[in-house]
Structure formats: C-alpha cells, structure tokens
C-alpha cells in the first residue's frame, strides 16, 4: 500500500472534520478497502478510522424499533438484531470478517452482492448519516452507487421491527457472497422484496412480487421470474440463472416466513 | 490388535506439533543478514512486443539497489524443458527459449518484464511503478482448438507454429482401429475438457538467493519439491555455475501439489541476483501473483471414443486430446499430456487395442505443468467417463460393464506400454461395494426424492503408474533426468540414527512415516529416528517428492543402506560376540548369537563403531554410515475403485457430496493414518476440481479468475466425511517394501465418480443429459436440465 496518513477520532463530528480533506477516505471496517489498498488500487491521503467513535456503536431493539451503530460488526448485528437480520449477519464471509466489518462500511460500499443492502430495501429501513435520515428506496442508486455526500457518515441505521421476514442466500461458490439473495419481509408498509447480487443496477426491489404476496402471501403466489435484462452474467452464473434464482429464492423465503 | 509402532502402526505425525504450534522453519521465515527485496513487474497483458523499457526515473527513487531487464538475462541460458518428446513423425518437440525476464516479447499475463530489487519491498515496488513500458498490443493466443489452426497467430515467432509436438501412442495402427470401430457392436463418444485449475498451496513461493564472496558459493532457500533437482537445472543450463558452489534448501513447505516440482525463473533471478547486488536477495509471492507465475495443471480437451463388441467387451479406446503448454514449456510440462497420461489409458480393463494421440499447444496463458495426478487424472477421467456413458447407452450395470472388462491375470502388459505387476480389481471393487453400502442406496435414493431432492450414485476405477521410475525406461522415453532416490543412514556414536534423504516431505509426513521403518528393521524406538530431508548440502542427490514415489523410490534407498548398517553391525557384534556374523541375530535391537544366549545390544555396537578399541581394524573401517541409490526395476501401480452419491436441488441446480466411498489398493502401508489422511485429501481436492475450481481466461488472455474471489476452492463444508477402505492389498513385487504410494489416488479417482454421480441423479429425474463438463457448478446443472 502506499504511505497515508491516519486519524481515529472519538467522535462524529470529528470525523466529518477530518474527512474533510481532499483525499481523505473513510475507514469502517476494511474488509473492502484495506484490501485495495493492499493491492495499491487507491491512494487516499488520509485514512479516518470511525472504530473509536461510541456514538456510532451498539444494536438495540424498543418499542418495536431496532437501531444499529454505522460502527456495529456484523457479528455484534449477529448477536443483538432481531432474527432475520442476524440471521443475514451470520452468514455473512467468516468470523474474522464478522468481527471487523461494519454494516455502515458495507452500505457505503454497496456491493452489488452485499448481503444487507436487500434487508435495507425489504425493511423499508432508514439510513442515518451525520447530515440527514435517508430512506433505503433512496439510498441504494446501483452498483457501487449511493446517496451519500462526499465525507458523509453513516452513523447508524434504524428499522421498523417486521412482523416476519426471512433472508435466502444463494452463494457464490468461489466468494461466498450472494449469487442471488433475496430478503423477503411483512412490514407494516405491506410486502417488501428486496434482492442482491442479480441486477447489473445493484440491489432492487421486485416490486411484481411484493404485489402479488400483497394479494396473497403464499410461494404459490410468486411471480415467474423476473426478466433476466440487465441480469449480472459471469463466470459464476447466467443472466437468465440469476433471474430464475430471484423467484426461487423468494419462494423459500416466503415458505420460510409462513 | 493394531500395532503401536513400526510398519503398520499409525504414530501421530511428529512434524505436526511444530507446524501446529507456529514453529516451523518455513522459507519466509529465513531471513539472511542485510537482505535485499526484489518486487517483479508482471506483464498485465497477454501478447505484445516490447518496443522500450525505460528504467531511469525508477533507477533515481529511493533504496533502489539494481533494476534488471530482459537484456541483463540475454547471455544466460533459459529455463530448460526436463523432457523431449518426440512427435508421430519422429520429430523433437518445438522448444522455444524460456527466458528467465521477458525479452523483445511478453506472453503470457504474469510474465517478469523487470525486477527492482531495493532495501524495502515498499521501495522496490515504488520503483516498479516509475519503469516506463512502451509496448505494441498483439491478438492473444487463447483458445487451443484456435491456436493450432494454419495462420494462427504464433506465441513463438521461430517456432513453425504453435504445435509444440503431435504425439501417437499405443498399439493401434490407424487401420486396426478403423477396422475395430468399423465392426462394433457398439461405440461410445465422448467430448470432454479438463478444466484448467491452479494448485493453490497453502504457503505461496519464496525464493532468497544468497552469495557468499569469500568462497564464491551461493546458497538459495527455495520453497521446492526437488532441491537437486533445482540446483541441477538452475547450474546447468540456466546460469552455467558450477554445482559444488551452489546449496539448495528447500526448508518446511506448505504444500506443493506438483507446482513446486519445477524450476522458475525467481529461483534463477534471486540466485543470479545475490552475486550481482552484493547482498541477498528475497522474493515471497503474493497470492495474486501465484495466480499467474505459479503453474497451471490439467488444461485438456478430448474426444475419446469407445469400441465394444456384442458381448459387452471392450475391443478399441482412441481419444484425441488438445493439451494446453502454456506460453513456455515448465519442467515436466511435456511429460504429462504424453507419458504420465498416453500410457494410463487402458485403465484397469483389457482392452486389445488403442490409441491415444495428445496435441499439445503453445497459448498466451501462463505454463500449464504437473499438479497432483498429473495426466493419470485427465486419463482416468476420460476412460471412466466414456465407460460410464456406454452402460447407461446399453442400459447395463456401470459396476457390471466394469467387472466384465477387468484385467485378472498379472503380470498384465498393456497396449500402452505398461507392465501392471499386481492388483486385484475385482476384489478392490468388492470392498467398495462394501465400504459404499451400495445395496442401500435405493433407499437412499427414496429418501432423497421425498425431499424434492435428485439422488444419483457414480462408481469409477482408477490406475496410476507411480514411484516414477525405472531411469533407463524413462530415458528412453525422453527424460532428461534419472528418475532413482538416495539415502544415508547415519548411526552415531550412541545409537540414534539420521537418516538423510533425496525425497522432500511438504505434507506427506515422511518424518513421521520413514523412521517407523528404520526402527522395524532395527527394532529400536522411532525416537531414535530422525529424517533429515530438503538441502543438498547436507543430503545424497536424490530426485525429490511428486508422483507418489516417496516411499517407493526414496523408502526403497532408505532399505537398502539399513541393509548395509545391520550388515556391518552384525560383522561388529560378531567380532565382540567372538561369533562369526553369519550367526549373528538382530531382534528388537539386540544382536545375539544363533542358538546361545550370547548377545549384545544395538547401542554397544554403534558405540564401538566409533571408540574401535576392541575393533577389526584390519578387516573393517570404523564408523556406521551407509548410502544407498534405488532405480526402481518398474512402476508401480496403486488401483482402486471409489463411489460417490450426490444430491442435486433441481430447484438451483445445487449439487452436494452427500457420501464418498474409497477402496484404494496401495500394497503395504507404513502407516494407515498418514494413508487416510493422503486419500481424504486428494478426494478434497477431486471434488474441488469436479464442482468448484475453474482456472478461467477470457479471449484477451486475461485472467479472470485471478483470486479467491472468483476461483473456488474446496472448503470442509463442501466435503462429507469419506468412507475409506485400504485392505485390498496386492504388494508391490519389486521393491523391498511392496509398496505403491498413496499421495495423488484420491484426486485422481474422484473427479469421475462425482460427475458419473451427477449424470445418475439428472437421469432418474428424467432429465436426458449424457455430460456436463467439470465443474458442474449450480449453474451449469441448472442450464442442462434447462438447455
């Protein structure tokens, strides 16, 4: 990696003045970005590690809200969210993976195989920054993409506890990330599905689906898969796989819920 | 009652406690006094001329101690091809220089355009980054079928074209195998690949390259299968030195797997380096760039086509078969498509006639080389492939169709050259059968289905010709190396024993197993026993470890020279015993006189070997150290038959390992722990290349599946628990040990069993599909039930 400097401030405010450098560059977790540094694919002039930030930590579930910290490993979301999350959180890379990487990292990154970026959708969830309340139907904006500012935090993220939900990973054999995932969740908003690693957009909603388990929320009620146009296509699986994974997975999912 | 110590017994592996406890002495943990860093600049195109290469900026940066190009390597010789084929027409195989930095001409992704060698690695890779390329793009050479057209572009412009030798093999003149096909009954074809992989050990490559200016020596430490056989090559034809100045130590190795049986260029670089810099020189791998400068295995398309008669008999087996080099020739690259490949295929069946024709290819990918099995696992793949598709043609039993065309009389020479010594097939397949429960699985087959689930059973046979070999056959055949072992025995003073020895243990656990036989012939404590192994300047010119020979070959020598111990022992007890050696008995340890209590133990004889006072000076030199070399008589032949049930979601095309059976005939077995570890393993690594690894370039010649992120390897939940079974024992019967080897069966004998397992479970769901290429990934499987 090439030489940068490092700061790891106590608080959001600090880090949103450090960050404001040019050049500077977040660091949650670094399962991503250390990485590509290791690699010399990215030069920041400054790493702003968010690991000392209290504010940022913590998962807790009142009055049927459940909050998470930016700065929450997926092994504490694992530990402390409420089950169909965890569950997601749990299977997400490995234990050391899980005790370093944060779901704000994740959702900053936006991989288009992340797990929780089709948990966010299907739960209607709020992503918080350091300026503003984003709702997930804005944030995710395709591969890679998201609604956030330059220098902007996420400093935690906050769900509507769902009356069920369940998450289907199919995994990519070589990574392990989502081939395909669907997260399937009842919301007080209605049905909501939310899917990743298929579209070449990055995660979606399936809004024909959520339609039709609208009318009624049985596997019998899923839709035929989705068109496989701007499907991801790669080594590991066709457009036309992926898109028929979509409607296998949500099946489950709703079997799963009942 | 299983025996607690010699031959036989299952002794944990000694060397475990340091690898377990973060103690081992592996090649990056070696660190010489005021040590340089070279980082490699790796070509990241396939195929280009160099038109310039300006190094000056990157000469001026900080801690650069010397920056080398393809000019600095010009005078010295290339990386030499350890075997000359000779192709149908009686021509030697095209053999383009192999240079150590590429020179005029990049082929291959990965190739060394330059090396920076700097104070710091950080340093040397700034550098690297201030050298100025100026290159001309040239169309990839990508696709083997593509590449041996007329008018292909060339990888080599002095080559005639990219056929590096069109090779014929067997018993089968043209007209006989037309003839034969013409009559069948029945004929079985064919088409299939396989897939490239990458050996992926757990320790990536070290090379440090030291010079010592007192005495002009050099030492390398090398992460090596073979260090004689590195240091032979690298003095000979590489950088002309000569070997009495060089040592190779090849230390603790985390795995080899074939990739480091073969000579590279970081070996040559950092030796040659050492001298020029004035200080060592260290290079450790990435694991990206292991991806492209390791070398590749596999890498075959073929049609194999199978003639049988109206009874169901084998009566001709053809296969044509495009195997891939690479960019340049690796060590034993040409071997393995030939001989470790040509003569496996007749398999463990008597067919009369065959013939085998093997095109191998010159291609802008990295060089393509032995990797565990080595061409006896594309043979067996093939010929259990294309056996298994004709049962389900005839619609007879695949283990019956089997059964029926097994060789049964031994000593049995094949139409492809080979003389199998022993086995036992039939046999072998009844403990599989055993160990496999094959009468359940319909049953299991049921429950499957009950659970919306396919459920399919694959069986398959394997040979391999191991303990290479016989060096007078194998120079015949075109190897430029003898292929023997050596070892010495060395008895100190109070008893304890060293053993040095030619073969290298990176896994197999030799320190483990070799002494268990020492000690049998002795009958003293294994703890007594030590093996030293992997540097020339303490061990015999021995051959190294790979194509399961260790034991065979090197254990053979190690016979021999304790032979001589005991013998020269005797001749002392008998002289202290006032006995003649004649009647002189060895038994746990202790001589003793035929017939009388008269005795002596093993410690009071070494003893006096070296304090000679009461000594036959005048008939016997003092000292107990003996060596000896081995060139084994023949190959041997390790057999098996392994069976494999799958699960398959029909939903995702998901395909799961639910059981695995193996009855593995491997004559006798030191220790069966280590032996069911070896097999576990190379099933792993079987199932891996049948369901998950795919070494993958796209038509630029780039690699795309270039990491961890997109090359799957096997993983412990990938695997079920394995049902081995080592009793079908049929020992080797020329060597001293009777045995076979153990360490590449497994990866040989599962990639067929799973995939005939997959084709089973598609059929009984009524799904008419006949193959699907390795790896049958979700994907795939899914594609075919949908096609």
Same mark, same amino acid.
């Given at each position: 990696?090439?030489? &940068?400097?490092?700061?790891?401030?106590?608080?959001?405010?600090?880090?949103?003045?450090?960050?404001?450098?040019?050049?500077?560059?977040?660091?949650?977790?670094?399962?991503?970005?250390?990485?590509?540094?290791?690699?010399?694919?990215?030069?920041?002039?400054?790493?702003?590690?968010?690991?000392?930030?209290?504010?940022?930590?913590?998962?807790?579930?009142?009055?049927?809200?459940?909050?998470?910290?930016?700065?929450?490993?997926?092994?504490?979301?694992?530990?402390?969210?409420?089950?169909?999350?965890?569950?997601?959180?749990?299977?997400?890379?490995?234990?050391?993976?899980?005790?370093?990487?944060? !779901?704000?990292?994740?959702? /900053?990154?936006?991989?288009?195989?992340?797990?929780?970026?089709?948990?966010?959708?299907?739960?209607?969830?709020?992503?918080?920054?350091?300026?503003?309340?984003?709702?997930?139907?804005?944030? =995710?904006?395709?591969?890679?993409?998201?609604?956030?500012?330059? +220098?902007?935090?996420?400093?935690?993220?906050?769900?509507?506890?769902?009356?069920?939900?369940?998450?289907?990973?199919?995994?990519?054999?070589?990574?392990?990330?989502?081939?395909?995932?669907? &997260?399937?969740?009842?919301?007080?908003?209605?049905?909501?599905?939310?899917?990743?690693?298929?579209?070449?957009?990055?995660?979606?909603?399936?809004?024909?689906?959520?339609?039709?388990?609208?009318?009624?929320?049985?596997?019998?009620?899923?839709?035929?898969?989705?068109?496989?146009?701007?499907?991801?296509?790669?080594?590991?699986?066709?457009?036309?796989?992926?898109?028929?994974?979509?409607?296998?997975?949500?099946?489950?999912?709703?079997?799963?819920?009942? | 009652?299983?025996?607690?110590?010699?031959?036989? %017994?299952?002794?944990?592996?000694?060397?475990?406690?340091?690898?377990?406890?973060?103690?081992?002495?592996?090649?990056?943990?070696?660190?010489?006094?005021?040590?340089?860093?070279?980082?490699?600049?790796?070509?990241?195109?396939?195929?280009?001329?160099?038109?310039?290469?300006?190094?000056?900026?990157?000469?001026?940066?900080?801690?650069?101690?010397?920056?080398?190009?393809?000019?600095? =390597?010009?005078?010295?010789?290339?990386?030499?091809?350890?075997?000359?084929?000779?192709?149908?027409?009686?021509?030697?195989?095209?053999?383009?220089?192999?240079? !150590?930095?590429?020179?005029?001409?990049?082929?291959?992704?990965?190739?060394?355009?330059?090396?920076?060698?700097?104070?710091?690695?950080?340093?040397?890779?700034?550098?690297?980054?201030?050298?100025?390329?100026?290159?001309?793009?040239?169309?990839?050479?990508?696709?083997?079928?593509?590449?041996?057209?007329?008018?292909?572009?060339?990888?080599?412009?002095?080559?005639?074209?990219?056929?590096?030798?069109?090779?014929?093999?067997?018993?089968?003149?043209?007209?006989?195998?037309?003839?034969?096909?013409?009559?069948?009954?029945?004929?079985?074809?064919?088409?299939?690949?396989?897939?490239?992989?990458?050996?992926?050990?757990?320790?990536?490559?070290?090379?440090?390259?030291?010079?010592?200016?007192?005495?002009?020596?050099? @030492?390398?430490?090398?992460?090596?299968?073979?260090?004689?056989?590195?240091?032979?090559?690298?003095?000979?034809?590489?950088?002309?030195?000569?070997?009495?100045?060089?040592?190779?130590?090849?230390?603790?190795?985390?795995?080899?797997?074939?990739?480091?049986?073969?000579?590279?260029?970081?070996?040559?670089?950092?030796?040659?380096?050492?001298?020029?810099?004035?200080?060592?020189?260290?290079?450790?791998?990435?694991?990206?760039?292991? =991806?492209?400068?390791?070398?590749?295995?596999?890498?075959?398309?073929?049609?194999?086509?199978?003639?049988?008669?109206?009874?169901?008999? =084998?009566?001709?087996?053809?296969?044509?078969?495009?195997?891939?080099?690479?960019?340049?020739?690796?060590?034993?690259?040409?071997?393995?498509?030939?001989?470790?490949?040509?003569?496996?295929?007749?398999?463990?069946?008597?067919?009369?006639?065959?013939?085998?024709?093997?095109?191998?290819?010159?291609?802008?990918?990295?060089?393509?080389? /032995?990797?565990?099995?080595?061409? *006896?696992?594309?043979?067996?793949?093939?010929?259990? *492939?294309?056996?298994?598709?004709?049962?389900?043609?005839?619609?007879?039993?695949?283990?019956?169709?089997?059964?029926?065309?097994?060789?049964?009389?031994?000593?049995?020479?094949?139409?492809?050259?080979?003389?199998?010594?022993?086995?036992?097939?039939?046999?072998?397949?009844?403990?599989?059968?055993?160990?496999?429960?094959?009468?359940?699985?319909?049953?299991?087959?049921?429950?499957?289905?009950?659970?919306?689930?396919?459920? +399919?059973?694959?069986?398959?046979?394997?040979?391999?010709?191991?303990?290479?070999?016989?060096?007078?056959?194998?120079?015949?055949?075109?190897?430029?190396?003898?292929?023997?072992?050596?070892? @010495?025995?060395?008895?100190?003073?109070?008893?304890?024993?060293?053993?040095?020895?030619?073969?290298?243990?990176?896994?197999?656990?030799?320190?483990?197993?070799?002494?268990?036989?020492?000690?049998?012939? !002795?009958?003293?404590?294994?703890?007594?026993?030590?093996?030293?192994?992997?540097?020339?300047?303490?061990?015999?010119?021995?051959?190294?470890?790979?194509?399961?020979?260790? !034991?065979?070959?090197?254990?053979?020598?190690?016979?021999?020279? @304790?032979?001589?111990?005991?013998?020269?022992?005797?001749?002392?007890?008998?002289?202290?015993?006032?006995?003649?050696?004649?009647?002189?008995?060895?038994?746990?340890?202790?001589?003793?006189?035929?017939?009388?209590?008269?005795?002596?133990?093993?410690?009071?004889?070494?003893?006096?070997?070296?304090?000679?006072?009461?000594?036959?000076?005048?008939?016997?030199?003092?000292?107990?150290?003996?060596?000896?070399?081995?060139?084994?008589?023949?190959?041997?032949?390790?057999?098996?038959?392994?069976?494999?049930?799958?699960?398959?979601?029909?939903? @995702?095309?998901?395909?799961?390992?639910?059981?695995?059976?193996?009855?593995?005939?491997?004559?006798?077995?030191?220790?069966?722990?280590?032996?069911?570890?070896?097999?576990?393993?190379?099933?792993?690594?079987?199932? +891996?290349?049948?369901?998950?690894?795919?070494?993958?370039?796209?038509?630029?010649?780039?690699?795309?599946?270039?990491?961890?992120?997109?090359?799957?390897?096997? *993983?412990?939940?990938?695997?079920?628990?394995?049902?081995?079974?080592?009793?079908?024992?049929?020992?080797?019967?020329?060597?001293?040990?009777?045995?076979?080897?153990?360490?590449?069966? +497994? %990866?040989?004998?599962?990639?067929?069993?799973? #995939?005939?397992?997959?084709?089973?479970?598609?059929?009984?769901?009524?799904?008419?599909?006949?193959?699907?290429?390795?790896?049958?990934?979700?994907?795939? #499987?899914?594609?075919?039930?949908?096609?």
């Amino acid at each position: 990696m090439y030489n &940068f400097e490092f700061e790891q401030p106590s608080t959001v405010a600090e880090a949103v003045a450090a960050l404001a450098d040019e050049d500077a560059q977040a660091l949650g977790g670094g399962q991503t970005l250390i990485p590509t540094l290791k690699q010399r694919l990215a030069s920041p002039s400054k790493l702003v590690s968010l690991a000392g930030i209290a504010e940022m930590k913590g998962v807790s579930i009142a009055d049927g809200v459940l909050t998470i910290g930016g700065g929450a490993t997926h092994a504490e979301v694992a530990a402390d969210a409420c089950a169909p999350l965890a569950a997601l959180a749990a299977n997400i890379g490995d234990p050391a993976v899980r005790n370093r990487g944060t !779901i704000g990292g994740s959702l /900053a990154n936006n991989d288009p195989a992340a797990c929780y970026p089709s948990a966010m959708l299907a739960l209607n969830a709020t992503i918080v920054t350091n300026a503003r309340e984003i709702a997930a139907d804005d944030y =995710f904006q395709g591969m890679f993409e998201t609604a956030l500012d330059e +220098g902007e935090i996420i400093t935690g993220v906050r769900i509507n506890v769902p009356d069920g939900a369940n998450y289907q990973k199919f995994e990519q054999p070589a990574s392990r990330f989502a081939l395909v995932g669907v &997260f399937v969740a009842k919301t007080a908003e209605g049905v909501r599905v939310g899917v990743t690693g298929a579209s070449e957009e990055g995660a979606f909603r399936w809004t024909e689906a959520e339609a039709a388990l609208n009318g009624s929320f049985s596997a019998d009620a899923v839709p035929a898969a989705p068109s496989a146009d701007g499907m991801i296509s790669d080594l590991h699986g066709t457009a036309a796989y992926r898109a028929h994974l979509v409607a296998v997975l949500t099946k489950r999912a709703v079997a799963a819920i009942g | 009652m299983p025996k607690d110590s010699g031959i036989g %017994a299952s002794p944990k592996r000694r060397e475990d406690v340091r690898f377990l406890t973060g103690n081992g002495n592996y090649t990056d943990d070696i660190n010489v006094h005021g040590q340089a860093y070279v980082h490699f600049l790796r070509a990241d195109v396939a195929h280009a001329t160099i038109n310039g290469l300006d190094t000056s900026a990157a000469e001026a940066m900080p801690g650069v101690v010397k920056i080398f190009t393809g000019d600095d =390597f010009a005078e010295v010789g290339g990386i030499p091809c350890g075997w000359g084929v000779t192709d149908r027409h009686g021509e030697p195989q095209q053999e383009p220089k192999h240079p !150590i930095i590429a020179h005029g001409k990049i082929r291959h992704v990965g190739e060394i355009v330059a090396a920076v060698v700097a104070d710091s690695l950080e340093q040397a890779r700034d550098a690297a980054e201030a050298i100025e390329l100026d290159l001309s793009d040239l169309p990839a050479v990508v696709n083997m079928k593509s590449a041996a057209e007329d008018g292909a572009t060339k990888v080599h412009d002095d080559l005639t074209s990219n056929v590096c030798y069109d090779w014929v093999f067997g018993n089968g003149e043209d007209d006989a195998m037309e003839a034969a096909f013409a009559s069948a009954a029945h004929v079985t074809t064919l088409e299939l690949v396989n897939n490239r992989l990458v050996a992926n050990p757990m320790e990536p490559r070290v090379a440090i390259g030291e010079h010592n200016k007192s005495n002009d020596e050099y @030492t390398l430490y090398t992460t090596s299968q073979n260090p004689h056989v590195i240091r032979l090559l690298m003095c000979a034809f590489v950088l002309g030195l000569p070997e009495h100045k060089v040592r190779v130590v090849a230390p603790d190795v985390g795995g080899g797997f074939g990739s480091k049986i073969f000579h590279y260029a970081e070996e040559a670089f950092c030796t040659h380096a050492a001298k020029a810099c004035g200080r060592a020189v260290k290079w450790s791998s990435t694991r990206s760039e292991a =991806f492209i400068s390791d070398a590749h295995g596999r890498d075959h398309l073929t049609t194999i086509d199978l003639a049988l008669d109206a009874d169901n008999n =084998f009566t001709a087996l053809r296969t044509r078969t495009h195997a891939n080099m690479g960019a340049y020739l690796s060590t034993f690259s040409t071997s393995v498509p030939t001989y470790l490949h040509g003569t496996l295929m007749a398999g463990n069946y008597k067919t009369p006639l065959i013939q085998v024709n093997v095109k191998s290819l010159f291609t802008n990918t990295v060089p393509v080389d /032995a990797y565990r099995g080595a061409g *006896r696992p594309e043979a067996t793949y093939s010929i259990e *492939r294309v056996i298994d598709k004709a049962a389900r043609e005839l619609g007879v039993d695949p283990i019956a169709l089997r059964r029926q065309n097994f060789v049964t009389e031994f000593p049995y020479e094949t139409p492809v050259a080979l003389t199998y010594d022993t086995g036992d097939y039939h046999g072998t397949m009844d403990k599989l059968e055993a160990a496999a429960d094959i009468s359940g699985f319909a049953a299991r087959r049921a429950e499957s289905e009950a659970k919306g689930k396919l459920r +399919g059973l694959g069986v398959n046979c394997y040979i391999e010709a191991c303990g290479i070999a016989p060096s007078n056959v194998v120079g015949m055949l075109g190897a430029r190396a003898g292929l023997y072992d050596a070892a @010495t025995v060395r008895v100190n003073a109070t008893g304890s024993i060293s053993v040095f020895v030619g073969a290298h243990s990176h896994g197999q656990g030799h320190e483990t197993a070799f002494p268990q036989v020492v000690a049998e012939m !002795i009958g003293i404590d294994e703890s007594m026993i030590d093996i030293v192994h992997g540097d020339t300047g303490r061990v015999p010119f021995g051959m190294g470890t790979y194509g399961s020979r260790s !034991i065979a070959v090197c254990g053979s020598a190690m016979v021999r020279a @304790t032979e001589k111990i005991i013998a020269k022992a005797k001749k002392i007890a008998a002289h202290l015993l006032e006995a003649s050696d004649a009647d002189i008995e060895l038994k746990d340890g202790v001589f003793t006189v035929a017939g009388t209590e008269k005795s002596i133990d093993w410690g009071s004889v070494t003893l006096t070997a070296y304090v000679p006072a009461n000594y036959p000076l005048d008939e016997l030199e003092p000292g107990l150290e003996e060596t000896a070399f081995y060139d084994p008589a023949n190959f041997t032949y390790p057999a098996g038959a392994y069976a494999c049930e799958v699960e398959i979601d029909p939903e @995702t095309g998901k395909v799961t390992v639910e059981r695995f059976a193996a009855a593995d005939d491997f004559g006798n077995i030191i220790n069966p722990m280590i032996v069911d570890g070896q097999v576990h393993g190379g099933i792993g690594q079987g199932i +891996g290349q049948a369901l998950l690894e795919n070494c993958v370039y796209d038509e630029d010649g780039q690699l795309l599946s270039a990491s961890y992120m997109d090359y799957a390897m096997p *993983r412990a939940d990938d695997v079920p628990f394995y049902a081995v079974d080592h009793s079908s024992q049929t020992p080797c019967t020329h060597n001293p040990l009777g045995v076979k080897g153990c360490g590449e069966a +497994g %990866a040989i004998g599962s990639p067929p069993a799973v #995939v005939n397992a997959v084709i089973d479970a598609l059929q009984s769901g009524g799904h008419d599909i006949t193959h699907i290429d390795m790896p049958v990934s979700p994907s795939r #499987v899914w594609a075919a039930m949908n096609g």
